[in-house]
């Protein structure tokens, strides 16, 4: 029997793959019948943050679209190690009203640089186990070279320009609060 024949002879006519999740909002579908010109589907920009664990899955669902051929995604998780310590977790404190408005303008500046259709940044707040997401940004569009650049712009300008504050957590009991370089309002005392 040859390998092809190994792989067919896996599968049986009867197999049913599982039913793909709902999407969150239903004018991201086709309605029957009409060109894919003529739907208009709003742009979102989804923006959260939360003490839940994150959801990869959850994240990209929400920024699907039929007009778009592109999801670009970053998630940022809990790394065991930093300058040669031990690290169980981090801890990540925020400035809401101030994070959630910066977020916006990221948002806004994507538009105006990228043509994307949707946005979404989750960050988490509290303790983050390692291995564990801390932030995911989403963004979907047309075509890949938008989506990849707006994903790395929101990134980079969020570490830079938003109000979000990680302690590191070591094996040995003790913690650090861990300055920003990239932030441009933190400042050396």
Not at 36 to 61: A, P
Not at 83 to 90: A, M, P, Q, Y
Not at 161 to 183: A, G, H, L, Q
Request: charged share 25%.
């Amino acid at each position: 029997m040859s390998s092809l024949e190994i792989s067919s002879s896996c599968f049986s006519q009867e197999t049913k793959l599982p039913l793909s999740p709902q999407l969150v909002e239903d004018s991201a579908f086709e309605p029957p019948g009409e060109d894919i010109n003529e739907v208009e589907e709003k742009s979102k920009d989804i923006i959260k943050f939360t003490s839940e664990q994150l959801s990869v899955d959850e994240v990209s669902q929400l920024v699907i679209s039929p007009l778009c051929g592109a999801i670009s995604l970053f998630v940022g998780t809990t790394r065991n190690n930093f300058e040669g310590k031990k690290v169980i977790s981090l801890e990540y404190e925020a400035y809401l009203p101030m994070a959630e408005n910066e977020v916006r303008k990221i948002c806004s500046d994507i538009r105006q640089k990228w043509p994307v259709k949707h946005i979404a940044v989750f960050h988490r707040l509290g303790l983050v186990p390692v291995s564990e997401a801390s932030i995911i940004i989403a963004v979907s569009s047309a075509h890949r070279t938008a989506s990849l650049e707006a994903v790395s712009y929101a990134i980079d300008t969020l570490k830079a320009k938003v109000p979000i504050w990680k302690k590191e957590m070591y094996e040995e009991s003790s913690s650090s609060w861990k300055r920003n370089k990239e932030c441009f309002w933190a400042t050396d005392d």
